[in-house]
Structure formats: structure tokens, C-alpha cells
């Protein structure tokens, strides 16, 4: 009870000396929440970009286009032949007419369909592999190529492979700018500590000859540190949510055009309460650091 | 209470601050401490609140050698210790009572508690009346009585001050020797370091005498 009231007394002679000075203040929290933002927005970008391809597919197919002409017979005997393959762990036929369907249901070109002569889709075998290595497939995929009853045979696993590339790439760059972007933020409350030391040095001193001990001389700094990098973090949601809002309103009328629903998630609430604890954290880190470093040397003579 | 046995204290330099000084102030005393300027007087307090540590010997405050306390164990020992500064050390963000406050919230007061010990300590030094001014509008007598406020707000059992009259004129340091004298009665262990001599004769007391650094007299009660 006694050190909750303290931890609030501190707490708010912090807020205090945060109110006291709001241009310094304001400006050292739109500097934190704008370094903390871009890593934030690159991090909502790929997760969104993520959920949209987990969507699209998750096992990798086959697909084998036919020459146009064949008869239920000769379908019938290539779809067992496929079946009987160990490799494979299960074959679909759709037809020519059921893929126009399907493309006149999925997609908004219905229209431009229905202006065509006539059908210019061919037969297809939807193939699931059973392997799964690359190696494999990709043995399958070869010998299924130099078959002759088929016209085009095509992986398509390939474009998710590229995708979790670039995916990949896309996180590892998100990595090395919160790293670069965190240090940023612990060097930016290091130096507003640092200064508020030096400032606060008289005090310093003489609450060091009345006996107060390290902690609590520097308990202030810390919370101002955590207060500094919590409102940061803030600023950043606020940015980042902003953005959002406003990017999806233009998404959404690119995106009715590819008729897909593709949308940047916001920040979920587990995100929004991560991002609050770690710059606020980075920020009590930082000022850490710098109390470590300078107060020691504050030593009354 | 406080007990020096064979201190010398060398400053970097070479300087000798205090040569093999040695004595006993017996709790409850009050104890002058003179001196021409730079006899050593501000050494030997500083060495009583640990501020600064002996070159050799040992200099046992309560039963607690400062030769060899530990930094984490010095902010205990200091707030039984009341330091009254020359230059008062008095805080001018913040005004009168809460300068007063400052060693309550150290040792974590409860509020209420703490309030009215600051207003007895303001009362006791006459300033009750300003506890809402800043410091700097105090003068230079009240500023001094301010300090001797904060020093005793906590009830420390040895109060230390440096040259308190330094500044005043007779009236001023009449009026801060009276208060001191009122603490000795209630059983505080005082050391005062002073260069006025006109002090000792007015409010006479056992006096320890140091010339460059070496104790001179007063030694023993």
C-alpha cells in the first residue's frame, strides 16, 4: 500500500514534468511514434498480404490441361491411370463447361463470357500430390509434362513459393528496421534523460545528502522513460490505425476491380497491447541506460 | 555517538586535510567545531555523513565504521544525520513546505503523518507562516532557518551543521543558535562548525579546535 502510494506520487510528478514542458514533450513522443510506425505498418502490410495468400491455397496442385476432343472413355482410363499413380494422393476432373461456370460465377467478367463464340476453356485434372518435398513434386511435374494426352501442365505451387520468398524478404527487411528503429528510440530517451540529469542535478545532489537511495532517485527517470515511450507507442497506433483507415477506403475500390476482398487488417488488440509494452519498455530501457551511466557521477561534495 | 580514532584524510594531491585526529562526542552533546578556513572543519563533517571516506583510521558513526560502509548502506546512515548547509542546498522548484517534505517522501511518510511534521518543523524554525513561498523570496536568515527545518523534519538523532551563522548578522545567528539549543535539550547529538568566536561566548559549549588539519583541543569532555 505504502509503495503503490509512491509508485503514484512518482507517477504523477512525472506527468507533471511531461505537462510542463509540451512542445519538448510532444515533439520527443511524434519523433518515437513515427520511428515506431514504419516498422508497425510494414509488419499490418505483410500480415495482411500473408492472410491472403494462406487463403488462396495452402497444399500445392497440379493442374493438367487437356487437348480439346477427347472422349468420356479416354478421360476415364487417364483418371484412373492418375489414380493408380502412388504418388498422387487424389485426382479431379473438371470439365470444360463446369470451369466457364466456375468463371462466370467467381469473377466479374460475365459479360465479356458471354460475347465469346464459344468456349475457350479445355479440360482439366486438378492433381493433389501426396509428396510434398519439392524434389518430388517436382519429378511429377516432369513426367507429367511428357505425357501426350495433356497440353500444358503447370505447378502451382511455384507462384507461393516466389510469394513466401518475397514474404521472407519482406520480414526480414520489417526485422532490421524494428532493430534499427528500437535503438533509435532508446537513443532518443538515453539523451532526453541524460539532460533532464544535468538539469536536475542540484537535486540530485541533495536528495543524495538526505539520504534518499539509488532507486529512488531513480525512480523518476524510469517512469519518465516508460511514459515516453508508452505515449510513443501510442502516437504510433494512432498513425498506423490512421493510415489504415484511409488506405482501405481506396483499396477497397482497386480491389472490387480484381473482384477479390483484400483489405489491410488493423491492428488487432494482442498487436496494439505488444506494441504499447515494448516501446514501452524500449522506453525504460533507454532511460535505464542512462541513469546507469550518469548518475554516478552525480555524487555530492 | 560519533568516535574518530587516528583519522588522517589525504586528498588527491597530497593535500593533508586531517592528520591523526581523534575524539568522542557522547550522544546528546553539542559540540563545536572551529577552526580558521580550511583547518579542515568541512572535511571532518563531511567524513561524519560520509561524503567523503578517511585516508586511514576509522571514523565510527553509531557503531558504523564510514571506512569501510558499504555504498548501498549510506543512504540509511544519512537519514539519521541532519545536514545544515552554508549555502542552504535549498530547492527553488519547489516552495517552502515541500522543500521541508523532501526527506519524509525519502523515507516514504505517510501523507497525513508527513504534513503535520512539516508544518511542527516549519513551526519550530518560525516559518509556518511562509510554507507557501518559494525559497528564493526567503532571506537569507529564514532561507538558513528553512535548511535547519528540512534537517530536523525527519528527527534525526545527529545533526551536523557547517558555518550556520556564516552569513547572519548577531540578531540572525542568535536566533539559529537558540534553536539549536532547544534540539540539545531534547537529547540531539549536535556538531556545529563555526569560525565566530562570539558564538562560543554567547552560547558556550565544549569546543574542538583544529589548526591545518590537526586537533588542537577539545579532544575530551
Given amino acids: ?301 | 555517538m560519533i568516535r574518530f580514532g587516528q583519522v588522517y584524510k589525504r586528498y588527491p594531491g597530497g593535500h593533508e586535510a586531517l592528520q591523526d585526529v581523534s575524539f568522542d562526542i557522547a550522544k546528546g552533546e553539542m559540540v563545536y567545531l572551529t577552526g580558521h578556513s580550511g583547518a579542515g572543519k568541512s572535511t571532518l563533517l563531511k567524513l561524519v555523513a560520509a561524503i567523503e571516506r578517511p585516508t586511514s583510521g576509522s571514523v565510527l558513526i553509531n557503531g558504523q565504521n564510514i571506512r569501510a560502509i558499504k555504498r548501498e548502506a549510506i543512504p540509511a546512515l544519512r537519514r539519521n544525520i541532519g545536514l545544515i548547509f552554508q549555502d542552504h542546498k535549498l530547492l527553488f522548484d519547489r516552495n517552502a513546505f515541500d522543500n521541508v517534505l523532501l526527506p519524509l517522501q525519502i523515507s516514504s511518510f505517510d501523507h497525513r503523518e508527513a504534513a503535520k511534521r512539516v508544518r511542527a518543523a516549519l513551526d519550530k524554525v518560525g516559518l509556518l507562516t511562509r510554507e507557501k513561498a518559494n525559497p528564493i523570496a526567503l532571506s537569507g536568515g529564514e532561507q538558513q532557518r528553512l535548511c535547519i527545518a528540512r534537517a530536523i523534519v525527519s528527527r534525526p538523532d545527529i545533526l551536523l551543521a557547517d558555518e550556520p551563522t556564516g552569513n547572519l548578522d548577531a540578531e540572525y545567528s542568535s536566533e539559529i543558535l537558540n534553536i539549536f539549543k532547544s534540539f540539545h535539550q531534547v537529547g540531539v547529538t549536535l556538531l556545529i562548525s563555526t569560525h565566530d568566536q562570539s558564538v562560543l561566548q554567547r552560547f558556550p559549549a565544549r569546543a574542538l579546535h583544529l589548526d591545518h588539519g590537526v586537533l588542537q583541543q577539545g579532544a575530551n569532555a
Fill in chain 1, 1 to 301: 500500500m505504502k509503495t503503490l502510494r509512491e509508485h503514484l506520487h512518482v507517477l504523477h510528478a512525472t506527468l507533471q514534468r511531461l505537462w510542463l514542458t509540451p512542445a519538448a514533450s510532444l515533439l520527443n513522443m511524434t519523433i518515437i511514434g513515427i520511428a515506431l510506425s514504419l516498422p508497425v505498418g510494414a509488419y499490418v502490410l505483410l500480415k495482411s498480404v500473408q492472410q491472403l495468400a494462406s487463403t488462396v491455397a495452402d497444399a500445392p496442385q497440379i493442374s493438367a490441361f487437356l487437348d480439346a476432343g477427347k472422349r468420356d472413355s479416354e478421360l476415364s482410363a487417364l483418371k484412373g491411370k492418375l489414380e493408380s499413380d502412388a504418388r498422387i494422393a487424389k485426382v479431379e476432373f473438371v470439365s470444360r463447361d463446369a470451369a466457364l461456370q466456375q468463371l462466370q460465377q467467381s469473377t466479374g467478367v460475365s459479360d465479356m463470357i458471354g460475347d465469346l463464340p464459344h468456349n475457350p476453356l479445355p479440360d482439366t485434372f486438378i492433381i493433389y500430390p501426396k509428396v510434398t518435398d519439392t524434389k518430388a513434386m517436382e519429378a511429377l511435374y516432369q513426367e507429367l509434362q511428357s505425357w501426350k494426352q495433356f497440353d500444358h501442365v503447370q505447378l502451382d505451387s511455384a507462384w507461393i513459393k516466389k510469394l513466401d520468398a518475397l514474404l521472407d524478404l519482406g520480414r526480414l527487411a520489417t526485422a532490421i528496421l524494428a532493430t534499427t528503429l528500437s535503438l533509435a528510440l532508446i537513443a532518443i530517451t538515453f539523451n532526453t534523460i541524460r539532460l533532464q540529469i544535468l538539469t536536475r542535478r542540484d537535486e540530485i545532489e541533495v536528495t543524495k545528502l538526505i539520504g534518499a537511495s539509488d532507486s529512488f532517485i531513480r525512480r523518476p527517470f524510469l517512469y519518465f522513460g516508460l511514459l515516453q515511450g508508452l505515449t510513443g507507442g501510442v502516437v504510433a497506433w494512432l498513425l498506423v490505425s490512421a493510415s489504415l483507415w484511409l488506405l482501405n477506403g481506396s483499396l477497397a475500390n482497386l480491389t472490387q476491380l480484381y473482384a477479390s476482398d483484400f483489405q489491410l487488417h488493423p491492428l488487432t488488440l494482442p498487436d496494439s497491447l505488444a506494441l504499447f509494452a515494448f516501446s514501452g519498455y524500449l522506453g525504460w530501457l533507454g532511460a535505464w541506460f542512462s541513469v546507469s551511466q550518469h548518475l554516478w557521477q552525480i555524487e555530492p561534495r
